[in-house]
């Protein structure tokens, strides 16, 4: 059973740092395109970041040049380093794998910027 398992979230003030990391449970973790998504009180969830298994990535226009998201398919995870954090930025962001017709996510993991 595929499990994705997000971990590094937490509070911190504006301007700050934060790396969230995803350990995915898959067999063939390289065939996957893996992704970044949130989800903000009210509002619907929303892509961050993508990377595919190239490592091509995609962001956001709102996190574009203080979020980077990384995969190490060795390791198995995906990561989404975070800088110059906002307050808008807070969330619960999930982790995503793609692979073909199938789609898995993670429980979400808890972002709150804030002074």
């Known amino acids: 059973q595929v499990q994705l398992v997000e971990s590094g979230g937490g509070l911190v003030q504006p301007g700050g740092s934060l790396r969230l990391s995803c350990a995915a449970s898959?067999?063939?973790?390289?065939?996957?395109?893996m992704g970044w998504y949130r989800q903000a009180p009210g509002k619907q969830r929303e892509l961050v970041a993508v990377?595919?298994?190239?490592?091509?990535?995609n962001y956001a226009d709102s996190v574009k040049g203080r979020f980077t998201i990384s995969r190490d398919n060795a390791k198995k995870t995906v990561n989404l380093q975070m800088n110059s954090l906002k307050p808008e930025d807070t969330a619960v962001y999930y982790c995503?794998?793609?692979?073909?017709?199938?789609?898995?996510w993670g429980q979400g993991t808890q972002v709150t910027v804030s002074s």
């Open positions: 898959v067999s063939i973790f390289s065939r996957y395109v």
């Open positions: 990377i595919t298994s190239g490592g091509s990535t």
């Open positions: 995503n794998g793609v692979v073909g017709l199938l789609t898995y």
